[in-house]
């Protein structure tokens, strides 16, 4: 049901770090797009797709830099959500409903760990 979507990080310089990842790991971009204020940028190494996450803080004021969520893609977003309260999960965020088409929510997980669950129209697949 469940697949490794992709890994988020948060950055204090979109610009600069686009640049390191393409300079040294020969990334590539995928997309880029704004939700909530902040700058997303989606890039792949190899077969990794990794989201770089721009809140506009400075780093002094930004405690949350080099967090990491875990997303996993799921084909219906809904039942998945069921899924987790059934547990007893709490939702965290969302739902989202990307400019792109993309459908997500949060979880937290038994270690604090944020888990994103996605689902992606059928029409852009990032694997």
Known sequence: MFTTHHIGINVHDL?????FY???????LVERMAL?????????????????????QDKEED????????AFQTNNLTDAI???????IK????PYHLENGWKAVYF???NNELIELIECPST????
């Not at 393409?22 to 590539?28: F, G, I, Q, S, Y």
């Open 124 to 127: 852009k697949d990032y694997a």
């Open 22 to 28: 393409k300079r040294l790991l020969d990334a590539t």
């Open 36 to 56: 909530n204020g902040e700058e997303l940028a989606f890039i792949r190494i190899g077969n990794t797709l990794i989201e770089l996450v721009d809140s506009g």
């Open 15 to 19: 610009e600069a770090t686009l640049s």
């Open 91 to 94: 939702l965290e965020e969302g």
């Open 82 to 88: 069921v899924r987790f309260q059934g547990q007893q």
């Open 108 to 110: 937290r997980g038994i």
């Open 63 to 70: 405690s949350s830099a080099s967090s990491i969520h875990l």
